[in-house]
């Protein structure tokens, strides 16, 4: 059977609310890319973030197991480097083999409260003679 | 004319919050893949849900009858298993005929309450060159 | 230039929920298909709903002008037919010409209070030997 | 590697409520176009905007620097001419090179507040004799 998703993903949206480091993990503000590997071999996962005003950071490096997905919190990556606060952002991932990535978010300042949900941008073949 | 829809559809984004089971059905936190088979033929569905840190579960079995929708909601799946609350998951969905899917999810928690969807997913076809 | 969009989409979301008639219109709960014909040909559109358990309804039938958006409320279609209310459904367009669809719902009702949007699935060329 | 993106893209979904300019910018409701730009050359991006029952407007003309992203909003643009509020409008987006384009918007608006967010539309390559 052909594998399930693309290899190369893209979320231009990205944005880290400030919020309370008082409150519960799961209602404090987050933003998630949630990986699926519903593949046989190990994902090995490369994320590169992109900024307004300044060069990209990355890559952060995850590995996804075989028919496991990782819901993965951008408010948690520290390595090489944590992801500012109240700061415009966009994400690229790459993958080993075939994943799919959809995008989420928790916006839980008062007088916002919000959530948002997308697959993410899966590059798609593009013929030589392409639109 | 062409089917409408694919036959293999993705959700990497998955979670059902806890919630009180004394609200109203329409009400209460839920997840939901809504599925549309706009042909001729019923379609049999099966979904299988998979897991950040244990094997996948499944295969769940739904049939949307022909010109029907069905707005299948996670929390009310029991067959071969629940799936638990609380607990980071992601779908695999697949027809035997092309079906259309939509993933929604209505969060009621206090403090957090939102709503969210997307179209799932849908396996796209990778001439053997692809990217 | 090639034309902007495709012919055929769907929306497998749907929900109409009770709500108010007394609330200004804007603020209203309300299901919405946002039509953008970028094109120089009117676009002829039809609309077919579908249900969990009855036959689906229709066509609608809406024109969208050149260079023109329509965005249209489900709560506000009546020929041939309504929509009832608190009923899942489904809804597939098709159109005369390309357009560019996308779905959004206001869900006002108390405790609930949510947005949500996604681009509509848009029917992609299936090659012979398609997945 | 092959350039992520596309060069044309389309937000059938546009309103900006009416809101409060005393608050705060990061919470007064508005409407985004997140692009990125993850090659290597500058994108030149046009966006032209179109209403329900007059002639489009635009171009409206922004370059998103080669590794950079641009969180463009809505109720800031105003060359050639400001959006007016509450009106409905869609949006088509043109790039010199591939661009990843998604939309967004927050409702602050007292009894609606919510999040939206979707992937836009890409233009895919439509083969002669295609769907």
Redesign the interface.
């Known amino acids: 059977m052909?594998p399930?998703?693309?290899?190369?993903w893209?979320?231009?949206?990205?944005?880290l609310p400030r919020d309370s480091a008082a409150k519960p993990r799961?209602?404090r503000s987050h933003e998630?890319a949630?990986?699926?590997n519903?593949g046989d071999s190990p994902a090995e996962v490369r994320l590169?973030v992109?900024?307004?005003?300044r060069?990209?950071i990355g890559p952060f490096e995850v590995t996804v197991e075989p028919?496991?997905?990782?819901?993965l919190r951008f408010d948690e990556l520290d390595d090489p480097a944590s992801i500012p606060r109240?700061t415009?952002?966009?994400t690229?991932i790459e993958s080993s083999v075939p994943i799919?990535?959809?995008?989420?978010?928790?916006?839980?300042?008062t007088?916002?409260?919000?959530?948002?949900?997308?697959?993410?941008?899966?590059?798609?073949?593009?013929?030589t003679r392409?639109?």
């Open positions: 052909q399930l998703g693309r290899t190369r893209a979320i231009p949206e990205g944005y799961s209602v998630t949630c990986l699926l519903a590169t992109y900024f307004a005003d060069d990209p028919r496991r997905t990782k819901h109240e415009d952002f966009s690229v799919v990535v959809q995008h989420s978010r928790l916006d839980a300042r007088g916002v409260a919000g959530l948002i949900t997308t697959i993410a941008y899966a590059q798609q073949f593009t013929p392409a639109s």
